[in-house]
């Protein structure tokens, strides 16, 4: 069964950091872009950053632009999205997804999508 596992949410201070890691099982990530989505309560879905299958392109939502980072190592079939100097606006489930193509799409459109982490910013 093609799955993705997000993990590393949690509660961190204004200004902290936290890395964020989305696994996948049953298929092979190297083969697909994959992208980070968060949600806020009462707010829509958001794509937030995207990779391309071998990582040479990115995208970032111009809210995280300076201050996260994505990146991934096909090898453990893994993406990760660091996290700096964190916002209280940051707080949101964030998801992972897989696309089945190889560049990022313009629209965010996903095929696969995680169960997400919980990340909270607050004093």
């Known amino acids: 069964q093609l799955q993705l596992v997000e993990s590393g949410g949690g509660l961190v201070q204004p200004g902290g950091s936290l890395r964020l890691s989305c696994a996948a099982s049953?298929?092979?990530?190297?083969?697909?872009?994959i992208g980070w989505f968060r949600q806020a309560p009462g707010k829509e879905r958001e794509g937030v950053s995207c990779i391309s299958s071998s990582g040479g392109n990115t995208m970032y939502a111009d809210s995280v632009k300076g201050r996260f980072t994505i990146s991934r190592v096909n090898a453990k079939n893994t993406v990760y999205l660091q996290m700096n100097s964190l916002k209280p606006e940051d707080t949101a489930v964030y998801y992972c997804?897989?696309?089945?193509?190889?560049?990022?799409?313009?629209?965010?459109?996903?095929?696969?999508w995680g169960k997400g982490t919980l990340v909270t910013v607050s004093s």
């Open positions: 997804a897989a696309v089945v193509q190889t560049r990022c799409p313009p629209d965010y459109g996903m095929n696969y």
């Open positions: 049953g298929f092979f990530l190297a083969y697909y872009a």
